[in-house]
């Protein structure tokens, strides 16, 4: 099913170098539903196998999602009972803010469409959904480690990879929690994929022909908001910034 481009047609121009998929990357939440050529795919999911690890124990899988459409339709589903949970039940004069940096004229459908889930449904018309596992175990790594959230951080930098390719591609993507983040929903999706429990899921990530064009926001913090210098709380000051003027 196609979405209406609310945001524009998408430009069929990739970007090509590591700073522009970096600065480019968005999240995809409207799908054409068409298919991306196998080729393109593959590149993408190759993306993920230079993800660092541990030790190099690589304990990141991947359910790729594809021609199983129940499967998209009941991760979608989830997405939105979610996001209703999430969005659904506060007065909007108090949680509008929460899309401060949303253009004063999409305001309004955008927060409808958070409340009422529609805008997280996107899983269903992405010609992919990869649902990310992590494992905690280390395997058979001879020393323990102390940090238990290594699987989990290497799935981020796996997914990010992921996401710049596509990117750069030219395809959308979209990183989703909703589906997941509830245990009861979780353990759904992990049933009805065979994941065993040594593996946990962590995170789905929507892949298909974009259905909008975004621009480059949200704003982010500064590199002063978001760095300090030396130590905590010290302002760090942009030296290139200064020495250009
Ligand atoms: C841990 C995490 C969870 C997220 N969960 C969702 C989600 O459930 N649904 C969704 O549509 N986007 C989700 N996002 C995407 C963020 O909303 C998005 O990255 C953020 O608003 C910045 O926008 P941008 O990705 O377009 O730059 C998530 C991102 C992260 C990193």
Redesign the pocket.
């Known amino acids: 099913m196609k979405k209406e481009w609310k945001y524009g047609k998408p430009s069929k121009n990739a970007p090509v170098t590591v700073q522009d998929a970096i600065r480019l990357?968005?999240?995809?939440?409207r799908y054409t539903g068409e298919r991306i050529p196998d080729e393109d795919l593959e590149k993408i999911l190759d993306a993920a196998r230079y993800t660092p690890s541990p030790e190099n124990m690589q304990m990141y899988r991947f359910v790729v999602v594809r021609d199983d459409q129940e499967t998209k339709n009941l991760i979608a589903d989830l997405?939105v009972e979610?996001?209703k949970e999430t969005f659904g039940t506060f007065p909007a004069e108090l949680t509008q803010g929460r899309i401060w940096?949303v253009p004063p004229d999409r305001r309004p459908w955008t927060f409808t469409e958070m409340r009422d889930g529609s805008?997280?449904e996107?899983p269903r018309y992405a010609d992919v959904v990869i649902v990310a596992c992590a494992s905690e175990s280390f395997h058979d790594a001879p020393i323990i480690y102390p940090l238990n959230l290594f699987g989990s951080i290497c799935v981020?930098m796996a997914l990010m990879k992921m996401w710049l390719m596509a990117t750069a591609l030219g395809y959308g993507a979209?990183?989703?929690?909703?589906?997941i983040?509830d245990p009861r929903r979780n353990e759904l999706i992990a049933d009805r994929l065979g994941i065993p429990r040594s593996w946990h899921v962590v995170?789905?990530l929507s892949i298909g022909v974009r259905g909008e064009e975004?621009m480059i926001?949200?704003s982010?913090l500064t590199l002063e908001g978001l760095f300090y210098k030396e130590r905590w709380g010290n302002p760090y000051v942009r030296k290139a910034f200064l020495e250009e003027e």
């Open positions: 990357r968005r999240s995809i939440r997405a979610a996001a940096y805008l997280f996107y981020g979209g990183y989703q929690a909703f589906p983040m995170a789905t975004r926001g949200p982010r």
